[in-house]
């Protein structure tokens, strides 16, 4: 029931920045969190960071000194803002919506409903 789409990824310097965006459609009315994940090649998918529909934001501890999370919902867009690049960021990066998954489960994958496409982030040294 909620449709997501992700952009802004690209090829980047390390220790440069990144804006991704994450355009999102639900039911009229509706209000969910979102989250943000990524999955290297041959690993398993990790979570960022998280924004409920009140914008408290929450960051993995592997990167809430160079991330932010913010949205607009007049525009029902998220935002990751990436900073000082390094390259074991490199990733497909993936917006979710958790639309039916409890709370508790906000910092995992099976926690979100739907998913949008992913963006690619490659960072080089």
């Known amino acids: 029931q909620v449709q997501l789409a992700e952009s802004g990824g690209g090829l980047v310097q390390a220790g440069e920045s990144l804006k991704l965006s994450c355009v999102h459609s639900?039911?009229?009315?509706?209000?969910?969190?979102v989250g943000w994940f990524r999955q290297a090649s041959g690993k398993e998918r990790e979570f960022v960071g998280a924004?409920?529909?009140?914008?408290?934001?929450s960051l993995a501890e592997s990167v809430e000194d160079r991330f932010a999370i913010s949205r607009d919902n007049a525009k029902n867009t998220v935002y990751l803002q990436m900073n000082r690049l390094k390259p074991e960021d490199t990733a497909n990066y993936y917006c979710?919506?958790?639309?039916?998954?409890?709370?508790?489960?906000?910092?995992?994958?099976?926690?979100?409903?739907?998913w949008g496409q992913g963006t690619q982030v490659t960072v080089s040294s």
């Open positions: 979710a919506a958790a639309f039916f998954a409890p709370p508790s489960l906000f910092n995992q994958a099976r926690g979100y409903d739907y």
């Open positions: 924004i409920t529909w009140t914008s408290s934001v």
């Open positions: 639900g039911p009229t009315g509706s209000r969910y969190p």
